[in-house]
Structure formats: structure tokens, C-alpha cells
């Protein structure tokens, strides 16, 4: 069992910004409708924004706020997908013998953001880049609180889908949308997170479970279940 607090949090998804927004999709949360939108990071020069994709800028418009006013603040960011339209892109360009781009493939890779970040903040704190499977959010909380127990006094954890391209569509089906969530963890007992083994087949949730964990956030049940494969992670807050 893990315990923390979550001491401020910030999500972004095509027309959800606010935390009003959120919790409106709470009540009723449905499938948003396809979009080219992306959150705006100008408060980064104009030279660094044009070098991010709409993953990066989904982690950055939900971390930048939570990570201000700390100094020395370890980043765990989590996608289970990371930059499909990038690969998708450098895997088009190989199959049509066209030459490769070198910036389009070190910002590729899963640990791109997480890169960029340090650059544009100057931060040197321990990060890490997880691709976890759909329940990635708890294991990435189970690094986060891992680094809380070794002295940090906050961690921030960044959850990011990007929609696939078309053609991933057969073998991705988890991403209803583009969605980052962002999340500020100090030490505390607000929440606690068991693990269980599930003998028959789990229920899965129906949304990605940082999503699911809004949902959660803005209603009254204290205790749920997310299920992946024959784990089921355990979830209680302390009302």
C-alpha cells in the first residue's frame, strides 16, 4: 500500500481546460468530438513552442502551472503511446525512400519530453519516462511516492495520450481522445493505493484511468476499483 496527498492537480483535453470544465465531463462524461486543438504554451518563447508536438504541449500546459514556485521538483511522466504521429510520420517517409528528419527522430522518442522539459526549465531533479500498460498511472504513482519516501518533498507525475493516427486504429483503442493530466504529489494520507490479484477476468474501466481518477475526484464515492489484465488496484480517499 502507497499513501499520498494530491495537492493540486490540472487536466487538458480539447474544450476541457478548467476545473469547472472537468467537472461538468465528470457528471457526464462523454467521448469528445475529433479536433486539431492544442493548449496554449505561450509562456514559452516562440522559438521553443514551435519544436513541440501536441503531446509536449499537452504535458507542459498541465505541468508548467503545478511545477511553479517549486524548486528541485522530480518529474514521472507516463504514456503508454507516446509520439505515434511522429513515428507514424518517419515510418511514412521510410517506406516512400524519402530521407529521415534527425530533429523529427530525437523528438520521437519516449523520453523526449521529459528532455525538453529539463532544457526549458533548467531542471535538474531526478525524471523519469514510463511506458506502462493501461494502468501506467499506478505504476507511475508507485515511482512518485517511491522518491516521496526518499526526502522529495513534492513530486509531479504527468499522464499524455495523443490520438493515433487511422492507421493504429485496429490496435489502439485506448485513447477516446487527446488528455493530459497533471498532478502534484506531496507525503500525506489523502489516498491510498493497494494492489490485488484478480483470479477471474476484471471489469476494465471505461475510461483511461487517469481520466477515470477525475471522474472520481469530483464525486462522493471515497473507495473504487481500476482493473488491467489480473491487476486490480485498490483506491480510497479520505473524505
Keep these: 500500500m502507497i499513501n499520498f496527498n494530491i495537492a493540486a492537480w490540472r487536466a487538458w483535453a480539447p474544450g476541457l481546460e478548467s476545473a469547472a470544465d472537468w467537472q461538468a465531463w465528470s ?6 468530438a475529433p479536433s486539431d486543438a492544442a493548449p496554449d504554451v505561450s509562456f514559452l518563447p516562440a522559438m521553443q513552442r514551435r519544436r513541440l508536438s501536441r503531446l509536449a504541449r499537452m504535458a507542459f500546459s498541465v505541468g508548467w502551472p503545478l511545477a511553479e514556485g517549486h524548486e528541485a521538483l ?7 503511446h507516446g509520439e505515434t504521429p511522429r513515428t507514424f510520420d518517419i515510418l511514412r517517409d521510410l517506406a516512400a525512400d524519402q530521407p529521415l528528419s534527425p530533429t523529427q527522430f530525437s ?14 526549465r533548467g531542471e535538474t531533479s531526478e525524471m523519469t519516462a514510463l511506458a506502462a500498460a493501461g494502468d501506467g498511472l499506478e505504476h507511475g504513482l508507485i515511482e512518485a511516492c517511491g522518491l516521496l519516501n526518499e526526502g522529495a518533498p513534492a513530486v509531479l507525475l504527468i499522464v499524455t495520450e495523443e490520438q493515433p493516427p487511422e492507421a493504429y486504429a485496429q490496435w489502439i483503442d485506448d485513447v477516446p481522445f487527446p488528455y493530459a493530466v497533471g498532478l502534484l504529489l506531496t507525503p500525506g494520507e489523502q489516498w491510498q493505493l493497494s ?45
Design 27 to 32: 457528471q457526464q462524461p462523454e467521448v469528445l
Design 74 to 80: 522530480p518529474l514521472v511522466f507516463i504514456s503508454r
Design 107 to 120: 523528438l520521437s522518442v519516449h523520453n523526449a519530453v521529459i528532455g525538453l522539459w529539463s532544457i526549458l
Design 195 to 239: 494492489l490485488a490479484t484478480c483470479t477471474s477476468v476484471p471489469v476494465k474501466t471505461r475510461w483511461p484511468h487517469a481520466l477515470e481518477l477525475l471522474r472520481h475526484m469530483h464525486g462522493e464515492p471515497t473507495t473504487f476499483q481500476h482493473a488491467w489484465k489480473n491487476r486490480v488496484w485498490n483506491w480510497q480517499r479520505t473524505p
